[in-house]
């Protein structure tokens, strides 16, 4: 299921750029139906994400690495084994200062919340009465895309 074009060799970084805009290419002269390709590439995406977040992939993938050390070069790739996603936990040190921090913040948090919406649900610009400046109302930038959800 893997594409022999990713698998008979080594491919670098450039080959997969001359790859995408091949592709490309064949997509935009009509030569693939667009849909089809956009419901591929979701489907490909899930398959990546659920492989890449498997910790029995990952524990493996890292077991193997380190046998070749804490940096290689293999496959086209430069691989190094070191710790990603490191989270600091605060929540046992018992700090008074910190949590007194961390409930302003989430006090501030709030009204920052509470003032975006109100700038949000603003039609026309206003004054400030206490300083005068003009306030103007929050505005939206979007594009037009479609979403794909795989059924199940």
């Known amino acids: 299921m893997i594409s022999k074009e990713l698998t008979k060799k080594p491919v670098s970084k450039k080959e997969l750029q001359i790859i995408a805009k091949e592709l490309k290419t064949e997509i935009l002269d009509g030569l693939h139906d667009p849909i089809k390709i956009a419901v591929n590439f979701k489907q490909l995406q ?5 492989l890449q977040k ?3 992939i990952i524990r493996y993938i890292v077991d193997e690495s380190e046998k070749e050390g804490k940096t290689f070069e293999k496959y086209g790739a430069t691989i190094s084994v070191c710790e990603v996603g490191t989270k600091w936990h605060y929540e046992k040190c018992d700090d008074p200062e ?3 921090l961390t409930e302003r913040l989430g006090k501030l948090k709030k009204k920052v919340v509470e003032r975006q919406t109100m700038l949000k649900n603003l039609s026309d610009p206003m004054a400030d009465t206490k300083t005068g400046v003009v306030i103007n109302p929050a505005y939206k930038t979007s594009q037009t895309n479609i979403k794909i959800m795989l059924n199940k």
């Open 46 to 50: 899930f398959l990546i994400d659920q």
């Open 98 to 100: 910190l949590e007194k």
């Open 54 to 56: 498997d910790k029995d």
